[in-house]
């Protein structure tokens, strides 16, 4: 049908406005014949397609608003979850939004709500009804009151006697401390309705000499590193992990609660607390809730969810309730949603469902919502690891000094597994600065780590006698001085983060080898960083067990398909072949099939044996210290 092909385009041009909405917000609908097609819950109108759109009857949309509803406030709400459920028409792939019956008020063919900035430092503004009057005065101004069903009668309302009166039934209705509806019986004119609402708001800011673009102050980058591990292991205290997204720059958090949408995402409050215990735990007790927001004063500005996009979005709805707190200073100043108005949203359901819906919740898995850096991650082991930790929920970063490689992966994995859940970053293990360097960047990212896999490694085989200083001192730069260096500079990150004592415990991996275990001939460079890796790995556990920080070591066996020993100018098949380590060989496949014989089971190791080691050293509760073969029975512990 034409005219929701249209509505659809012209939803996702008004999504992508960031004048307009923030985080894809608002709903838009049409009426035709007997049937209004309207936006469902927890769609982003920045990707609405015409699919996607909910066919309602209109007739029962009318009577909804007009049937008689229990007195009890939660009773009502799911009275009226029933009656929209029965307006739907046919199979919806979900809700419709909860404003249809105010869709359906509005005599207009096209309905366009939305959240402009600018409007709702109007809408928001203690004097907002009289700037109203002064600047729309064709206009409806709604006074405050609960969304949904309630704000739905009670535009129907105020719209009837509007007819009654014999008035022309308004464009444009103004919700005091929620946003604007705009309809119209054509799309061109209601986008020409919006653009003439924002130049008349932005000329009055002008007047007032109110910026329209928030004050903000740089982001103290020392700050970051500091209090968001610390922040997150406060968060997390009452159970599962916490992102924290650390802002581009530093804002002032609005006073209080400005609107609905501001709410869901980002909660009434914002966190401005010691970063202790104590004092997050009072904050909880006073507010009923974890913050979404917090800030350390003039020094950064945190977004705390259970994913980063979660995260992020309150970082989105915190900047832009400062930006409507700090417009409302045209108008007298904030008026604030009061505790009772507040304390609706916080409990509706229908933003609950919105909210989860937005957030595309997935079941739950292994290690949901953990944030993870793998070391050596643009090939080869890491590389596997790092796809099958994003397949189990963890946000991954690859770090590799092929830092374009990783990035190139971090975006494929990003396209199977979903938007933000794998980062390249660069880093070179054996530079203790460009260690450092890697692991701002994830702090500033998600506010800490909860695994480190150690992958990162080189290997030069030769014989003692013949082996040149560079490469033995490369291998063991790389293998046993970048595993030091990567646990020292993860370990106080890990540790902040377990500051309250309690929840869940940090992981230190690193991927050894079964060189590790025994000895390994003409390969003593590398066998020999792999020993002193475990000792480190044991040293490790004992002093960073008090910090609720467990270190293990996976021994695998020979990843024969990987480029380590596959690469066919510096593989090791090829290096094995050169310095005659398997007697009689003669081609690289002669040295593959008597690798593959030494191993009992038959074949190498691959990515997926290695993960399912990981998953059980992380989920274990009580394995530190240990390394842990996975060879195939090639080597065995004793």
């Known amino acids: 049908m034409q005219e929701l092909e249209q509505l659809a385009l012209a939803s996702r041009r008004f999504g992508g406005d960031g004048r307009l909405v923030f985080l894809g917000g608002g709903n838009t609908s049409v009426k035709c014949g007997d049937t209004l097609y309207i936006k469902p819950s927890g769609v982003s109108l920045a990707t609405l397609q015409a699919g996607d759109l909910v066919a309602m009857n209109r007739l029962q949309l009318r009577t909804l608003v007009e049937a008689p509803m229990p007195s009890d406030v939660w009773a009502r709400e799911r009275r009226v979850k029933e009656l929209m459920g029965e307006a739907v028409l046919g199979k919806a792939k979900a809700r419709p939004s909860v404003e249809a019956p105010l869709h359906e008020a509005m005599p207009w063919t096209y309905v366009v709500h939305l959240h402009p900035t600018l409007v709702n430092g109007m809408t928001c503004a203690v004097d907002g009804a009289s700037a109203c009057a002064r600047l729309f005065p064709d206009a409806l101004w709604i006074e405050y009151v609960d969304p949904g069903y309630t704000l739905a009668r009670c535009v129907a309302g105020r719209l009837a006697e509007s007819a009654k009166s014999g008035r022309r039934a308004p464009n444009v209705v103004f919700l005091q401390n929620h946003g604007v509806f705009v309809g119209a019986q054509t799309l061109p004119e209601v986008a020409r309705l919006y653009e003439q609402m924002l130049a008349r708001l932005a000329e009055t800011y002008r007047a007032a000499g109110v910026a329209v673009e928030l004050a903000v102050g740089g982001r103290d980058e020392e700050a970051v590193l500091a209090a968001a591990p610390r922040l997150r292991g406060l968060a997390a205290a009452g159970g599962g992990p916490a992102t924290v997204a650390a802002g581009a720059d530093w804002f002032a958090p609005a006073i209080g609660p400005l609107s609905p949408d501001h709410i869901v995402y980002a909660k009434s409050y914002p966190y401005t607390g010691e970063l202790t215990p104590a004092a997050m735990a009072g904050f909880v007790r006073q507010h009923g809730y974890a913050p979404r927001l917090a800030a350390v004063a003039g020094r950064a500005v945190f977004g705390i969810g259970d994913s980063l996009k979660a995260a992020r979005a309150a970082l989105v709805a915190g900047r832009d309730a400062a930006l ?134 080189v290997l030069r085989a030769g014989s003692l006698k013949s082996l040149s200083f560079a490469d033995w001192e490369l291998v063991t730069k790389v293998n046993y001085t970048g595993y030091f260096l990567c646990v020292k500079q993860v370990a106080p990150v890990m540790a902040a983060q377990n500051a309250a004592g309690a929840g869940a415990w940090s992981d230190i991996i690193q991927i050894n080898s079964k060189s590790g275990l025994e000895g390994s001939n003409r390969n003593a460079a590398y066998a020999g960083g792999k020993f002193g890796g475990i000792g480190l790995t044991q040293s490790f556990a004992k002093e960073l067990v008090e910090d609720r920080i467990k270190v293990n070591s996976i021994c695998p066996g020979n990843y024969f398909e990987g480029p380590l020993w596959s690469d066919p100018e510096r593989g090791l098949f090829v290096q094995y072949l050169r310095s005659g380590k398997v007697e009689g060989a003669q081609t690289v496949a002669d040295v593959k099939r008597a690798y593959e014989a030494k191993v009992p089971m038959g074949r190498g190791c691959r990515p997926e044996d290695v993960l399912k080691a990981i998953f059980y050293v992380i989920e274990q509760q009580y394995e530190t210290g240990q390394a842990l073969p996975v060879t195939g029975g090639q080597v065995m512990l004793r």
């Open 324 to 457: 409507v707190q700090q417009l409302t200073a045209a108008f007298v100043g904030p008026r604030c949603l009061d505790e009772r108005e507040r304390s609706f949203i916080e409990n509706w359901e229908v933003e609950s469902y919105r909210q989860k819906v937005g957030a595309g919740e997935a079941a739950a898995r292994r290690v949901a919502g953990k944030v993870c850096v793998v070391t050596g991650a643009a090939q080869g082991f890491g590389l596997g690891i790092a796809r099958g930790m994003a397949a189990e929920g963890a946000v991954v970063f690859l770090a590799d000094l092929n830092v374009e490689g990783a990035k190139s992966e971090a975006a494929a994995i990003c396209r199977e597994a979903g938007a933000e859940v794998a980062f390249g970053v660069a880093v070179n293990v054996a530079d203790e600065a460009s260690v450092a360097a890697m692991v701002r960047e994830v702090v500033a990212t998600c506010g800490g780590i909860d695994v480190l896999i150690a992958n990162a490694g």
